[in-house]
């Protein structure tokens, strides 16, 4: 535990945490009391009680993270945009900020960027191109960390860990999918830890997501989790317009217009489909 001025306490806790069933998770934030008495346990402490979460993600679990920053590599692997989608929604169901990072530039040419930058018009987080092997865009990324507690997603391979380092080279975090993947049978450490930044501001790096499912979400509700949908989705001819086949609908006249990125609109009509057949199945 580390206590508001900085300092950390190896703690334990008073029986069991009733708050939480009895389980700590990363980012939770508790009232301990140091350990009074002799000098060498100075650094002890016991958990008294743990403070209410405002969110919790699992896979791997984290509580109260205000921010997502999603990386997604322009290349190697290739972006998988629907991935994207899904976490930014995952973000919005857990009312986190989210800030999309499309890293590797130096392995995409500028006119590729440029490309990139076409599709992402009216998308509705900030888009950060970086390069963690060449330092674009890190400067920009450190200003969007301080203050806040966020955590890195985005698949296996994408450069999280490289982006940290290249962020604060004394995290030396591992680096490198395939003995990533090598020791994923083994004992490797896969919970996710809170890394303080000397610049202000906490990070949680992640080993990475490859299959999520959306958990507690009714189809009617994901078109809440798309901010850009909200100013239209009260404006369809049907107050339960599922946007997606409906006369009438607001959302899509947008989407025509280009006041809705279509790749967005995409991954809703795909995403509301998949809640649809995943309620059917279980009817
Ligand atoms: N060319 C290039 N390679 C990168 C960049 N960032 C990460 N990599 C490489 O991509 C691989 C995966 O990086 P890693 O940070 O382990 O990804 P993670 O699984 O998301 O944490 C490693 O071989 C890195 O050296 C980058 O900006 N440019
Ligand atoms: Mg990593
Ligand atoms: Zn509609």
New binding site residues.
Partial sequence: MRASGGEQFLCRARGRLKQTGGSLLVGDRVIFQPAAGAADKKCEGIIEAVLPRKNILHRPPAVNVDQMIL?T?LR?PAPDWQLAGRLLALAEQQQMKAILCL?????VTAAEQAETKRMLEAFPYPCIF?????G?GVQDLIEHLGGHCSI?A?????????????IHPDFS??????S?KIGRGRHTTRTAELLVLPSGGMVV?T??FSRLEFVDLEPQHLAGLFPEMRPYSGRCAFRDCSHLSEPGCAVREAVSVGKINRMRFEHYQAFFNELMNRRDQYR
């Fill in positions: 990386v590599p190697d890293n590797k530039a130096d392995l970086t390069s963690a092997l060449r674009d890195f985005g698949p296996s391979g994408a450069g999280k860990s490289s982006l940290l380092n290249a975090l591992k680096v490198g999918s395939v990533d790096d080993p990475g």
